[in-house]
């Protein structure tokens, strides 16, 4: 055998076999190896990426790639697949169905125009707002504390931060950002009949007319079948006697004034208080609730919140009631004035809440 020969022919194949394996693995994460591919404009960069394959579709749809390969500078916070397989779209003409209006919407509210880099975020903060596309503002919140800084955009996790590209910067995010132009959290709550009960007890409590004004609201609403599995039916809400009650331990504890509340918030004031959340009395009551958040909000991006009613801030008291939200398709409704938050069951049932208690 020349050994010479076989050496000299491996060492031609080698090459070969290595672009071939290569070329077979399964693509898996963004393309972000090679800095100098990276170095292109925003639509073409989102384009060539397999994991924000959808986002670059419905960026196509609403007739952005052409603006983002210009000059900018913008910032992208991109939603990856599965961040969109989480409200149901799957594949390109998923976008079809939607209104071109509504979709031209959600992508220009995932575009800053500016460069928007992790470190230019203040350090600890909630609810810093950047400007976009869409003409609103998106809502920021960081904690600081770990090696790289845990992020949200509208409650949603950041996956991956600071891709640079030629005209800008890009986030990954695990989740689809949710809001709604020219809408309140009343309007949100009417177009939505599964929510129908629990705006008739709005309206009868005196609750209703104020969530059209300036706000801030967070609205935790529970659905028709959560009333409903407690006995309170549409009929039943329409005979409850309001001077019997009191309306703010009843009603009022679904209702927070002047709060903006993700589901984030609550993970990332506990990381910078380190505390157990947010802590409060129901408004002009005396009755105490906490609210807090999973903690699988850091390493999945999955959104889970829970409430707790007792009967005082501290010991002794009894439990009154508890309740929460573990569907990402329920949470960070994010409107004009406020947020609506779907919550999975009641706090406050009609016999805990008579005024003789």
């Given at each position: 055998?020349?050994?010479?020969?076989?050496?000299?022919t491996?060492?031609?194949?080698?090459?070969?076999?290595?672009?071939?394996?290569?070329?077979?693995?399964?693509?898996?994460?963004?393309?972000?190896?090679?800095?100098?591919?990276?170095?292109?404009?925003?639509?073409?960069?989102?384009?060539?990426?397999?994991?924000?394959?959808?986002?670059?579709?419905?960026?196509?749809?609403?007739?952005?790639?052409?603006?983002?390969?210009?000059?900018?500078?913008?910032?992208?916070?991109?939603?990856?697949?599965?961040?969109?397989?989480?409200?149901?779209?799957?594949?390109?003409?998923?976008?079809?169905?939607?209104?071109?209006?509504?979709?031209?919407?959600?992508?220009?509210s995932?575009?800053?125009?500016?460069?928007?880099?992790s470190?230019?975020?203040?350090?600890?903060?909630?609810?810093?707002?950047?400007?976009?596309?869409?003409?609103?503002?998106?809502y920021?919140?960081?904690?600081?504390?770990?090696e790289?800084?845990?992020?949200?955009?509208?409650?949603?996790?950041?996956?991956?931060?600071?891709?640079?590209?030629?005209?800008?910067n890009?986030?990954?995010?695990?989740?689809?950002?949710?809001?709604?132009?020219?809408t309140?959290?009343?309007?949100?709550?009417?177009a939505r009949?599964?929510?129908?009960?629990?705006?008739?007890?709005?309206?009868?409590?005196?609750?209703?007319?104020?969530l059209?004004?300036?706000?801030?609201?967070?609205?935790?609403?529970?659905?028709?079948?959560?009333?409903?599995?407690?006995?309170?039916?549409?009929?039943?809400?329409?005979?409850?006697?309001?001077?019997?009650?009191?309306?703010?331990?009843?009603?009022?504890?679904?209702?927070?004034?002047?709060?903006?509340?993700?589901?984030s918030?609550?993970?990332?004031?506990?990381?910078?208080?380190?505390?157990?959340?947010?802590?409060?009395?129901?408004?002009?009551?005396?009755?105490?609730?906490?609210?807090?958040?999973?903690?699988?909000?850091?390493?999945?991006?999955?959104?889970?919140?829970?409430?707790?009613?007792?009967?005082?801030?501290?010991?002794?008291?009894?439990?009154?009631?508890?309740?929460?939200?573990?569907?990402?398709?329920?949470?960070?409704?994010?409107?004009?004035?406020?947020?609506?938050?779907?919550?999975?069951?009641?706090?406050?049932?009609?016999?805990?809440?008579?005024?003789?208690?």
């Open positions: 055998m020349n050994i010479k020969k076989t050496g000299n491996l060492l031609f194949l080698l090459p070969i076999l290595l672009v071939l394996g290569l070329s077979s693995c399964k693509h898996t994460d963004l393309e972000i190896d090679k800095p100098n591919e990276n170095f292109r404009p925003a639509g073409d960069f989102v384009k060539n990426n397999y994991d924000l394959s959808l986002f670059s579709a419905a960026m196509e749809k609403a007739g952005f790639t052409q603006k983002l390969n210009g000059t900018g500078p913008f910032t992208i916070l991109a939603p990856s697949n599965e961040a969109f397989n989480l409200i149901g779209i799957t594949r390109p003409s998923d976008f079809d169905k939607m209104n071109p209006d509504s979709l031209k919407f959600l992508v220009g995932h575009i800053l125009d500016r460069r928007l880099l470190q230019d975020i203040p350090v600890n903060g909630i609810d810093i707002r950047y400007h976009t596309l869409a003409e609103t503002e998106v920021t919140s960081v904690f600081s504390g770990a790289d800084p845990m992020i949200f955009f509208n409650g949603s996790y950041v996956s991956r931060l600071n891709v640079k590209i030629a005209n800008g890009l986030f990954v995010l695990k989740r689809v950002m949710k809001s709604s132009a020219k309140t959290v009343q309007s949100w709550l009417a009949p599964q929510y129908s009960i629990f705006v008739s007890a709005l309206k009868k409590f005196g609750y209703w007319d104020e059209t004004s300036e706000g801030p609201y967070t609205i935790f609403a529970p659905k028709n079948e959560v009333f409903e599995a407690n006995g309170l039916t549409a009929e039943v809400i329409a005979g409850l006697k309001p001077d019997r009650y009191i309306r703010s331990r009843l009603v009022g504890c679904y209702v927070f004034r002047k709060k903006h509340f993700f589901v918030d609550f993970y990332v004031l506990t990381q910078i208080n380190n505390d157990g959340g947010y802590g409060g009395f129901i408004e002009d009551d005396t009755y105490f609730m906490t609210i807090g958040a999973n903690a699988g909000l850091y390493y999945k991006g999955n959104s889970s919140y829970s409430i707790y009613v007792r009967t005082a801030k501290n010991y002794p008291y009894d439990p009154v009631g508890s309740a929460g939200c573990d569907v990402p398709a329920g949470i960070d409704n994010l409107t004009d004035n406020g947020i609506v938050q779907d919550l999975k069951g009641l706090l406050v049932l009609p016999e805990q809440a008579y005024k003789n208690n």
